[in-house]
């Protein structure tokens, strides 16, 4: 039986009248790549939030990495790793500063911190960047950097808010290999992403339009459902008559 890290049961956000996210339930396996897909103002990036511990629902139920999201939030946060292509890491902090930072941060010793430094200098291809200020650093070099420093403390669940966004294909593939070697570690990736063939790449993915999940499976299997080439025809039939246009 499959070990669940992230449950959800009826989870809703309003804000005031407005219903962001609308009673979704659904659950992630541990070491599963779930694709959590919406087009704007789906109400993904609301529920996100309360997921990591960030936002309180105003009602329903969720556990992350067995923790409750009313009243574990700090147990939640200690337990989670968070990249996004807005906010990820300091431009104006060396590549090391920013690593030892993080790393502290999540609780690492100075031992640790130091090992970590030595490896992902070797495992990036960094070692002559160090000491550079990261921004300097090209976006697809960030974004590797951000993603290994989000998981620096082997976290059981790592949040991807749109990460390759802007980046080239061919970063985005390599970007993708690390998530790939996150999962085969045990780490549960939960990612959001505007580029379709992305979410072929996850083991399940989940569809929201106007705060419901519409569609949860496999890709093959919501290929299958809908009679459809790709996730880009699987998406654009369930949002085509989606109402809301900012998240």
């Given at each position: 039986?499959?070990?669940?890290?992230?449950?959800?049961d009826?989870?809703?956000?309003?804000?005031?009248?407005f219903?962001?996210t609308?009673?979704?339930?659904?659950?992630?396996?541990?070491g599963?790549?779930f694709?959590?897909?919406?087009?704007?103002?789906?109400?993904?990036?609301?529920a996100?939030?309360?997921?990591?511990?960030?936002?309180?629902?105003?009602?329903?139920?969720?556990?992350?990495?067995g923790?409750d999201?009313?009243k574990?939030?700090?147990?939640?946060?200690?337990?989670?790793g968070y990249m996004?292509?807005?906010?990820?890491?300091y431009?104006?902090?060396t590549?090391?500063?920013?690593i030892r930072?993080f790393?502290?941060?999540y609780?690492l010793?100075?031992?640790?911190?130091?090992?970590?430094?030595?490896?992902?200098?070797e495992?990036?291809?960094?070692?002559?960047q160090?000491?550079?200020?990261?921004?300097?650093?090209?976006?697809?070099?960030?974004?590797?950097?951000?993603f290994?420093?989000a998981?620096?403390?082997?976290?059981?669940?790592?949040?991807l808010?749109?990460?390759?966004?802007?980046?080239?294909?061919?970063?985005?593939?390599?970007?993708?290999?690390?998530?790939?070697?996150?999962?085969d570690?045990?780490?549960?990736?939960f990612v959001?992403?505007?580029?379709m063939?992305?979410?072929?790449?996850c083991?399940?993915?989940?569809?929201?339009?106007?705060g419901?999940?519409?569609?949860?499976?496999?890709?093959?299997?919501?290929?299958?459902?809908?009679?459809?080439?790709?996730?880009?025809?699987?998406?654009?039939?369930?949002?085509?008559g989606?109402?809301?246009?900012?998240?």
């Open positions: 039986m499959q070990e669940v890290v992230i449950k959800t009826k989870l809703t956000k309003r804000f005031g009248d219903i962001a609308n009673e979704i339930t659904f659950e992630v396996y541990a599963e790549i694709g959590f897909l919406g087009a704007n103002g789906a109400g993904k990036t609301t996100m939030r309360m997921l990591c511990g960030l936002s309180k629902p105003s009602s329903g139920q969720a556990t992350i990495a923790y999201i009313y574990e939030t700090e147990s939640i946060k200690k337990h989670i996004s292509q807005k906010f990820s890491l431009e104006d902090l590549v090391m500063e920013n930072f790393g502290g941060i609780g010793t100075n031992k640790q911190i130091k090992e970590k430094i030595k490896n992902l200098a495992k990036l291809g960094l070692q002559d160090m000491r550079k200020l990261v921004g300097s650093l090209p976006l697809g070099w960030k974004q590797k950097l951000a290994s420093v998981v620096i403390h082997e976290p059981r669940i790592v949040f808010d749109e990460p390759t966004g802007g980046v080239d294909p061919v970063t985005r593939r390599q970007f993708w290999d690390l998530i790939y070697e996150a999962a570690n045990g780490i549960t990736v959001t992403t505007h580029y063939d992305e979410a072929e790449y083991n399940r993915i989940s569809m929201m339009v106007d419901v999940i519409k569609a949860l499976d496999t890709p093959a299997n919501l290929k299958a459902h809908y009679g459809a080439a790709s996730i880009d025809e699987v998406f654009f039939e369930l949002a085509r989606a109402k809301r246009s900012a998240d």
